[in-house]
């Protein structure tokens, strides 16, 4: 047990989407690697800790939008972006809650494990409105690109691998719409699933919540659950060990510890690859900005406990032993 | 107010999979009826009624299940019936959640309203194991049906309309997994989203819960429910008054009230049609014969509230004024 790391502290560990199916990958491998990730939270309750679990939909919304592009227009009958999302939510909810309750019972714990629809509210002035840049769904030839622009107003983009994605925004969220409930269960000793996919992302008007054509980055998402439940630690279980500098040079070296503000700093000198490692420390380094005195792990999913007690991931902490960044 | 039942009464909502989207609606066909149903939801918390609101997923579940079919074997990787309802529990569940919420804070209440995913228990011994009966999902063609009968173990059976239907067994639901879950969430104030399409099926082999290729009937899970969170009334709402006896002749009368008793006497003679009202009477009997005070109600969504008061639907008490059939 590490200084500030209390048995019962409350940890919002969040998986990627990837870390159930790989691509190729079939339904029955995604049981294979959910019953991984529950062994490691299962492990997590039997230590004492209290646990939020947020994940990824990356692949499975993809399915989802796959399926509905080869079944052609008569049957697709205009389903939305959070529709989908939340049928993802359903998929993976299931899957989790059911997995964690056999670990739980397995080690003689009472199956105290719940999904929950999770809704992450952003702004409709936020300025990822004004350029789409998610690829979302299958692969699209030029003509159909173009005929779907029109009829339903999306934007593509050309993909590097050939063809056009559809692209759509990505806001930051503001904030999470079920956090209380999130908070209430773990109070009441439930392990709770929450905020997959990043939250379905709405927006307000007055009383009226409703949905939008987005994503939201689940590691963002997670960082803001993290605050608002008030949760000592956000850590961000994913396949390599934690966060490197020189990442893939003779050079590279694991980060033990950085501050927020050393993490900004090798962020913005790019350090951290933009669609993988970025996201994890500007989430990790936003969590503990807003935090008192919780603080941001990013490590691999099947040595999350070693990494609690400090044997390996990334840290980030407003202290690392007076320094702003070590190494192990 | 009826006699017997209070102002914070514990109410479980049933309502139809038909409710959200009627055959050859689109996507926001379903948002309009899902607001429908949420008023009526919201104007019962407004009384001070606590909700519990269960749905069916019929319509959703061969959506998707049309999706998979026509994406062809590629795409398909094999999606099990147990995911494919799990996925419609986040569909059905983000909508009613959110129209939910937003009916509760237009009516200057708290957003409290939380959809959580849901399985239900059968047996591994249950005869309708030995004959599948319930048509799931898309039409097939008879060599298509035969190969898939072959590939995946599927059983087809002719459908009067034409074609190959799958069908699959229907258990009788013995528990729901997540009942205490929903019963320490109504005591927290919440309306609860519950056992979306009859619960997601499992069976238990010692500390383990596993789904399996079955759907079990919304209004026998819901009545399981009800029995399990101990509620006071088991309210099915549908499209029509009630039940009635001589049904569509013009001998019509629609029944006020009857006794469990009566109400399988009548089953047994074949008064209730076996797709539709049958299930419905036989759940709302269940749940009276294993309830200490509480009664079921079979009315018009639209009419909820003035069923509650006694002015429309069909009741099922154990005493009915001394009779064992009343009707208006």
Excluded at 67 to 95: C, F, H, N, P
Excluded at 200 to 212: D, K, L, M, Y
Excluded at 299 to 307: D, F, K, Q
């Amino acid at each position: 047990m590490v200084a500030g790391l209390e048995k019962n502290s409350l940890i919002v560990v969040a998986l990627g989407g990837n870390a159930f199916m790989r691509k190729g990958e079939s339904f029955d491998a995604q049981w294979r690697n959910v019953r991984i990730a529950a062994e490691t939270i299962a492990s997590l309750v039997e230590q004492g800790y209290r646990v939020v679990v947020t994940h990824g939909n990356g692949p499975q919304v993809g399915i989802i939008l796959e399926w509905v592009q080869r079944a052609g227009k008569e049957s697709s009958r205009g389903i939305t972006l959070d529709v989908a999302d939340a049928m993802t939510q359903g998929w993976l909810g299931y899957m989790l809650q059911q997995a964690i309750g056999n670990a739980l019972e397995e080690r003689g714990l009472e199956r105290r494990v719940v999904a929950v629809v999770s809704q992450s509210l952003v702004s409709k002035d936020d300025p990822a409105w004004r350029e789409p840049t998610k690829p979302i769904g299958p692969f699209y030839s030029k003509e159909e690109a173009e005929k779907l622009a029109i009829e339903y107003g999306w934007v593509f983009k050309p993909d590097p691998r050939g063809g056009y994605r559809r692209v759509v925004p990505s806001p930051k969220p503001l904030s999470i719409v079920e956090a209380r409930t999130v908070r209430m269960l773990v109070d009441n000793g439930y392990v709770v699933i929450a905020v997959g996919g990043g939250g379905i992302p709405v927006v307000r008007s007055n009383h009226w919540i409703q949905g939008v054509e987005a994503v939201v980055d689940k590691d963002y998402a997670s960082a803001v659950l993290a605050r608002e439940i008030d949760a000592d630690v956000l850590a961000i279980l994913t396949d390599v060990e934690g966060a490197y500098v020189d990442y893939g040079r003779p050079s590279q070296k694991l980060i033990k510890c950085m501050t927020p503000h050393k993490a900004r700093e090798l962020l913005e000198k790019g350090e951290f690859p933009k669609g993988s490692m970025g996201p994890k420390v500007e989430a990790g380094a936003m969590f503990v900005e807003h935090s008192k005195n919780g603080f941001s792990l990013i490590a691999m999913l099947e040595r999350a406990r070693e990494a609690l007690e400090g044997l390996t991931g990334t840290r980030i902490m407003s202290d690392c032993e007076g320094q702003d960044i070590l190494f192990f």
